[in-house]
């Protein structure tokens, strides 16, 4: 398996800007998690889904980031408009109950966003 | 309220020793998870041990064991036999499997010096 996949790797944009973060996640998982990291605020759960339902999305800063799932296989993390704060290291993570475990998350290589 | 704390910003350990990694957490899922990744200085976050909290005994993988104290709240990792690539972030994090929300501690800088 090619483990969880997102694109892209880097990202770098003017404030003001549409950004949209892009994850694939392993064939089979049925959970999918959104995370942020930054030095200040470490690593922030942001939303995550259940068989492709939004099931917590509390951890959203606010109106201009959404996330949606529209297939098992995809989902995205939208900021618009983007602004410097934003500018940060985005995970996404998968994970299966069905393996066992503790239901363990695997994360994608993450995309890093910086936006001027 | 679901809370990790990791009280240690950063520990330094020499080459071959033991160092242990402090992770408190508070619950009041009585069925939850307990996890230990590792991000080195490249990003990518490394699953390291397991720990539920129905079991009985500590979990070990190879060099690192999950000292489990239940009444505690604590679930601290230990790595024996430190080496040079130990050297990373460590994350402390916990699932309550009736939410399935995951959140992480605010992690531990590991130093290992020769």
């Known amino acids: 398996d090619a483990g969880v996949i997102q694109s892209p790797r880097h990202e770098v944009t003017e404030m003001g800007q549409e950004v949209t973060l892009r994850c694939k996640p392993i064939s089979g998982h049925d959970y999918l998690f959104w995370y942020r990291q930054t030095m200040m605020r470490g690593l922030e759960l942001l939303i995550y889904?259940?068989?492709?339902?939004?099931?917590?999305d509390s951890g959203m800063p606010e109106d201009r980031f959404s996330a949606k799932m529209p297939n098992a296989s995809f989902s995205t993390l939208k900021i618009q408009p983007s602004e410097p704060r934003d500018s940060a290291v985005y995970f996404c993570a998968s994970s299966s109950p069905a393996l066992g475990g503790g239901n363990v998350l695997t994360f994608g290589a993450g995309s890093r966003l910086t936006v001027l | 309220a679901q809370k990790i704390t990791q009280t240690q910003p950063g520990m330094f350990v020499q080459e071959k020793e033991a160092v242990t990694l402090d992770c408190t957490y508070d619950?009041?899922?009585?069925?939850?998870?307990l996890f230990w990744y590792k991000q080195p200085s490249s990003g990518e976050m490394i699953f390291l041990i397991y720990q539920g909290s129905y079991d009985q005994q500590n979990a070990t993988e190879g060099r690192y064991s999950l000292n489990f104290q239940k009444a505690r709240k604590s679930a601290n990792l230990v790595i024996s036999a430190s080496q040079l690539g130990d050297s990373a972030m460590y994350f402390c994090a916990m699932r309550e499997f009736s939410y399935d929300k995951v959140i992480f501690g605010p992690g531990t800088s590991l130093s290992v010096i020769p």
């Open positions: 889904f259940n068989n492709n339902v939004p099931i917590d």
């Open positions: 619950t009041s899922d009585p069925s939850y998870g």
